[in-house]
């Protein structure tokens, strides 16, 4: 079984920055694509930031030159650095994942959410 559990989320003033953490957890062989999504009252789940096998990078233009999507050294936790945060990024954030099994299965997981709130 393969999880991904995040943290990182609060509340914080416009301007201000979190961090974000995606702690992947269970029976691994690799990890392909991470993701981080964000779902706003009201509103559909939208991408937020990708981050491929090879490590390239996208971001949704709203959050381009604001959020960085990483990755630690042992590759199983994935960070969404955000900046300059702006009421409108106000939202339940949850990350999703690709894997690939110890029994060779492909998976896909989502994390529980974690909720970003932005005072103005």
């Known amino acids: 079984q393969v999880q991904l559990v995040e943290s990182g989320g609060g509340l914080v003033q416009a301007g201000g920055s979190l961090r974000l953490s995606c702690a992947a957890s269970?029976?691994?062989?690799?990890?392909?694509?991470m993701r981080w999504y964000r779902q706003a009252p009201g509103k559909e789940r939208e991408l937020v930031a990708v981050?491929?096998?090879?490590?390239?990078?996208d971001y949704a233009d709203s959050v381009k030159g604001r959020f960085t999507i990483s990755r630690d050294n042992a590759g199983n936790t994935d960070y969404l650095q955000m900046n300059n945060l702006k009421p409108e990024d106000t939202a339940v954030y949850y990350c999703?994942?690709?894997?690939?099994?110890?029994?060779?299965?492909?998976?896909?997981?989502w994390g529980q959410g974690t909720l970003v709130t932005v005072s103005s």
């Open positions: 999703n994942a690709d894997f690939i099994t110890v029994l060779g299965r492909y998976v896909r997981v």
């Open positions: 269970g029976s691994i062989f690799s990890i392909n694509a």
């Open positions: 981050m491929t096998t090879g490590g390239g990078t």
